[in-house]
């Protein structure tokens, strides 16, 4: 199947999506009203009680902004939103969800269920967002499958396996990518009237170390990458981080096709890579295996203000 072929049905998939979940919230929408309605008959046949409070002043913001995704924007104590709300002055309404995978927000109702609503928020308030973020990938390749990646290192075809990694990229995660984008832009356009600015991004190249998160230690998460590799006979870094630094390329590549198809003109794509070092000094911007740590997340999201401040 061609790419255009394939993005189509991704599209169907991704409108289909949206169209139930705006079917969905259409319903609560309308219970919402009656109970207002409900409410408003109540207090108009009660006597007021005491002077009305003037109602407060809108906070000053850089902007609202509405993101989806993984756990670059849902870590603890910090991430890429905790950063652009507190060090420069956003609002974000997220649905985030660390250990999310792409195929589950692109086909699971959870996520664009509740960023729908988050949407429905703003508009209530009269805050339309400055652009939707959207946060994913990473779990569909890293952790318990990640093995099935990789051929064995004293295998004749050592190192990563070319027809797998195409099929996961740049057919399961790439019509993942093509749904969600599908879904929440008619969501915005139903709901907001236009569509939205989205910001998507690759990942920077990480170090297999072994590390997960604070150690991954038990019921602790991670590690997500070097189990693998040492389950297919790899024990020297050098040769898993060069297999690591061809699959993030791989994994960015597609994210920026997908960015430039014809139906995603609003869509930005932000290429991360280099952004931090894997060189000896890469404990000091990676904090385990797959994310970076609250000095790294600075500068990632460094990149994520500079496309901000450009739309």
């Not at 797959?290 to 500068?299: A, C, D, E, M, S």
């Amino acid at each position: 199947m061609t790419l255009d072929k394939a993005a189509a049905a991704a599209i169907d998939i991704g409108r289909k999506q949206a169209k139930e979940v705006l079917i969905y919230r259409s319903k609560a929408l309308g219970r919402r009203a009656r109970a207002l309605r409900t409410r408003a008959k109540t207090l108009s046949a009660a006597k007021a009680g005491g002077p009305s409070k003037a109602a407060p002043k809108a906070l000053s913001t850089a902007g609202v902004l509405v993101a989806e995704g993984d756990s670059w924007f849902d870590y603890p104590l910090h991430d890429i939103l905790e950063i652009l709300e507190d060090e420069h002055g956003y609002d974000v309404e997220s649905v985030a969800h660390k250990g999310d995978s792409i195929e589950e927000m692109a086909y699971g109702s959870n996520q664009l269920e509740e960023f729908t609503r988050g949407i429905e928020k703003l508009l209530r308030r009269d805050a339309i967002p400055k652009a939707i973020l959207l946060s994913g990938g990473g779990n569909d390749i890293g952790g318990d499958g990640f093995a099935m990646l990789v051929n064995h290192a004293r295998s004749s075809i050592a190192g990563l396996n070319d027809q797998v990694v195409n099929g996961i990229i740049d057919e399961r995660i790439q019509a993942a990518y093509i749904s969600i984008l599908a879904a929440v832009t008619q969501v915005c356009e139903q709901t907001v009237g236009k569509a939205l600015p989205i910001l998507v991004h690759g990942y920077d190249y990480p170090v297999p170390d072994g590390r997960g998160f604070l150690g991954g230690f038990g019921f602790l998460p991670g590690p997500w990458l070097e189990p693998g590799f040492r389950e297919k006979g790899f024990d020297d870094i050098q040769r898993t981080r060069a297999a690591m630094h061809d699959l993030i390329d791989r994994f960015n590549a597609m994210v920026k096709r997908v960015s430039q198809l014809q139906a995603f003109k609003h869509v930005k794509y932000i290429d991360l890579r280099n952004t931090l070092s894997s060189g000896k000094d890469y404990k000091d911007w990676w904090a385990n295996e797959l994310h970076p740590t609250r000095k790294g997340f600075t500068r990632i999201t460094d990149r994520f203000l500079a496309q901000l401040q450009a739309l």
